[in-house]
């Protein structure tokens, strides 16, 4: 099951994960890697666990704009900081 979940601080966490194998991965094996924001460690999109975290909404923008931008937007963290965070947050 994905996880879709939200931190303590209200931020949303999508996980994403690593794509099966087949053209859909392969896909992806060009795309420059991202890092994490929170450790700084090296994420590939399709192939490392991670999860988007967006900010929760302000309430200042109308919303499909909003939420348009959040989805251009988000953050990357990888698995063992997301987990590290939800996990921390849920106690
Ligand atoms: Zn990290």
Known sequence: MIVDAIDAQGRRYLEVRVFPEGKLKQA?????????????????????RYFQRNNPDDGSIPRELESLLLEMTYDTVCGPCGDRLLRKDSV
């Open 28 to 48: 992806f094996a060009e795309m420059p890697h991202e890092h994490c924001i929170e450790c700084n460690a090296l994420v590939h999109h399709g192939f490392d």
